[in-house]
């Protein structure tokens, strides 16, 4: 059970991480559809700056998804690694 809960954590900033990425490219098409749409000059709208700056949303998922699978690869067989329990899923019903 122990070791379920850190598979859990970790897919938990692997979602995270996998749901920025994808706001960030719907966002790209997006504004690059309104730019050829109203016949703008690339980046009129500013969005290469705007991405740049929501990337940085990424890093923080990132580096926990990084840092938990190292210590998960490192651990012993069988051996729990995180104390904490992922945040319930959305669709989870409460226990």
């Known amino acids: 059970m122990a070791v379920e809960n850190d598979y859990n954590l970790l897919v938990h900033n692997l979602n995270a991480v996998e749901k920025t990425v994808s706001q960030l490219r719907g966002d790209v098409a997006e504004r690059r559809l309104r730019e050829a749409r109203e016949q703008l ?55």
């Open 41 to 95: 000059e690339p980046n009129t709208t500013d969005w290469v700056n705007l991405i740049a700056l929501q990337l940085s949303a990424v890093t923080l998922p990132f580096e926990r998804l990084q840092d938990g699978a190292v210590k998960v690869l490192n651990s012993q067989p069988g051996e729990a690694v995180f104390d904490a329990q992922p945040p319930s899923s959305p669709d989870t019903p409460p226990v």
